[in-house]
């Protein structure tokens, strides 16, 4: 017993130690977490994520230590800084369990003369199944008139682009746990030869069409593809727009016209509201589907939310993790959200608070309610998360969430900061 | 100071320009054999991957995974009877979990032996988790694997994959 509390004192000890370290060049975090299944009793979860930033000349170099319930997962190391006009990041990655090398990425930019350079490198292990691949991107982007102009010259590897379902970075899986990191640069294959090139324009508008963007995708084997994408195309309908996307590839050509709805700012209850299309006749508007209701109000300190799926097929409100909105479910899966899929509606109270000791206090309930429940008024699940500080770098958090089968699980999480 | 005669030097400068058109062309020809891809571009298969078994306690979980999958991603899957096949699992306790969008439609440990069979209703997974298997784990090193003439898997488009691999031993994967 005495020794627990001896270590215990100890670890304490170290932690309140470490927020010393508040403005110096070393600083970082530490934060844990643990979810406990009670019947039968199982954690569902075990992570603890270690932090550690030490910034010298310009650059703040980065550890990072990720475990898991089986164990050591990942271990990361990080630079960002600039040289000069040079702007650079590093990206180290390492498999702990099996001590593998993983990944590594650079990226250097820099602006001169108003055009935009960045090199992108990367390099992926052959622990990983689809390595080993190493390569490199040039990207320049700059401006002529009202047009925006960006070439990525691929030599093995591809650059994540935003506006780019094609173009999505990489993200590395630990295959037993699910756990996973992304990165920008997607090295694809071995060796650095040309690979391909990219050419986009944008920023050309005229009349009644926002925006129009051209992009041209070369690759070792020639011509891939030709798209115009033609955003928010005015119909002389307030609230009627639609998107054209034309995509000419070696040996089909692939039209979608989108239309949108624009119902105007909500000073009250906001409308999710969709155009209804023929699956068959893509361009035939067949109807307004109203898909959700929201509703959020403060007073003080406390925030009420409401949220309400109409269509529960289609759309779903994410976790609080991510957000707690109404999002498409193919889109939420698409960009790794996670959702709620059995609730349609949701009520949720939040209290921000000033806490004791620095920093703030949080306190959050979320209440929802599912269609195929008996319980009172449909009641599926509540959520509830507490955070607390003990001081303007420490935290910690606890969650309970109880369905209509009990107490599904019960969480302690800290936050340590230096 | 020059020790050589013009002749010498007609020969030397044949020669350097021989070496610099012979560099320029093997150049030429490893660059052209890198941009075609031939020998570097490593082929990204549709690959179903079945994680090691997660051990903590006596609670397991078995992750099933998808890469590289064709046609918008998979998006149902059908594993036959003794389609899997584990070791120092209590069939009992076995519980299977549709993940990102994947419901679970059916599943059955009897003995040894198992089958599922899971879909997703709204989209297909191109890469990432879709199923989560939790056990209670009887004895030392539980194993789960997959016979694969005993799996179908569907695509988004409503076609039949065909051509996927299985793996079970690999620890990374990337998307």
Redesign the interface.
């Known amino acids: 017993m005495t020794k627990k509390i001896l270590i215990a004192t100890t670890l304490l000890a170290v932690v309140v130690g470490l927020t010393l370290f508040a403005g110096g060049p070393l600083s970082g975090s530490w934060s844990g977490k643990i979810v406990i299944n009670p019947d039968?009793f199982?954690?569902a979860e075990?992570s603890s994520i270690i932090a550690v930033n030490y910034a010298v000349g310009g650059f703040v170099a980065a550890s990072s230590s990720e475990f898991?319930?089986?164990g050591f997962i990942w271990q990361g190391f990080g630079v960002t800084g600039t040289l000069g006009a040079f702007n650079a990041q590093g990206n180290l990655l390492f498999?702990a369990?099996?001590a593998?090398f993983?990944y590594d990425q650079l990226i250097v930019t820099t602006s001169i003369a108003g055009i935009d350079f960045g090199f992108y490198a990367a390099q992926?292990s052959d622990?990983?199944?689809?390595?080993p691949?190493d390569g490199f991107a040039v990207r320049l982007a700059g401006n002529a008139g009202v047009l925006d102009i960006v070439s990525i010259a691929e030599f093995?590897a591809q650059v994540e682009d935003a506006e780019d379902d094609n173009f999505?970075g990489?993200?590395?899986?630990?295959?037993?746990?699910?756990l996973h990191k992304h990165y920008v640069t997607n090295p694809?294959?071995?060796?650095?030869?040309?690979?391909g090139e990219k050419v986009t324009v944008s920023g050309w508008s005229f009349g009644c069409v926002e925006d129009i963007a051209t992009t041209l995708y070369m690759t070792?084997?020639g011509f891939d593809f030709l798209r115009f994408e033609l955003s928010a195309i005015e119909t002389g309908i307030d609230w009627l727009n639609f998107d054209v996307d034309l995509m000419f590839q070696l040996q089909t050509k692939t039209l979608v016209v989108t239309p949108t709805i624009n119902l105007g700012k909500s000073t009250c209850i906001d409308v999710y509201a969709e155009l209804i299309t023929d699956p068959a006749v893509m361009t035939s508007i067949t109807g307004i589907g109203i898909y959700g209701l929201g509703f959020t109000t403060s007073f003080g300190n406390v925030t009420v939310k409401d949220l309400t799926v109409l269509n529960t097929?289609?759309y779903a409100i994410t976790t609080p993790e991510y957000g707690t909105k109404i999002e498409e479910?193919?889109e939420?899966?698409?960009d790794?959200h996670e959702f709620y899929?059995d609730y349609w509606e949701l009520i949720s109270i939040e209290v921000v608070g000033d806490g004791c000791c620095g920093g703030s206090s949080t306190f959050l309930a979320n209440t929802y309610f599912n269609k195929n429940e008996t319980a009172l008024f449909g009641w599926g699940m509540t959520h509830i998360e507490v955070t607390i500080p003990i001081n303007s770098m420490i935290f910690l958090s606890g969650q309970v969430e109880v369905d209509t089968s009990g107490l599904d699980h019960i969480g302690f999480g800290f936050e340590v900061g230096w | 100071m020059n020790y050589l005669d013009k002749g010498r030097k007609g020969v030397i400068a044949v020669r350097s320009r021989r070496v610099v058109v012979a560099m320029l062309a093997v150049g030429l020809i490893?660059?052209l054999?890198?941009?075609?891809?031939g020998?570097?571009?490593?082929e990204?298969k549709a690959?179903l991957?079945i994680?090691?078994?997660?051990?903590?306690?006596n609670?397991g979980e078995v992750?099933i995974?998808v890469?590289?999958m064709p046609s918008q991603g998979l998006a149902s899957i059908a594993i036959d009877d003794q389609g899997i096949v584990t070791a120092n699992i209590d069939p009992t306790s076995v519980k299977v979990e549709g993940?990102?969008?994947f419901?679970l439609l059916a599943s059955e440990f009897v003995g040894i032996y198992g089958c599922l069979a899971a879909a997703?209703?709204?989209?297909g997974?191109v890469?990432?988790?879709i199923i989560k298997i939790?056990f209670?784990v009887t004895g030392a090193d539980p194993t789960f694997t997959l016979d694969k003439t005993k799996v179908s898997i569907g695509s988004a488009l409503n076609t039949l994959i065909t051509t996927w691999d299985l793996?079970i031993d690999?620890?990374?994967?990337?998307?």
Not at chain 1, 188 to 195: A, N
């Open positions: 039968p199982s954690f075990v898991a319930l089986t498999g369990s099996t593998d993983i992926l622990a990983v199944l689809q390595g691949a093995g999505n990489i993200t590395i899986y630990h295959a037993a746990t699910g694809l294959v071995v060796g650095q030869g040309f690979t070792c084997h097929s289609w479910i193919a939420a899966l698409k790794g899929p | 490893f660059a054999t890198a941009c075609m891809g020998w570097f571009t490593h990204q690959t991957i994680g090691q078994p997660a051990i903590s306690g609670r992750l995974s890469t590289n993940l990102n969008g419901t997703n209703p709204t989209s997974s890469g990432g988790t939790t209670e793996n690999t620890s990374y994967y990337a998307k």
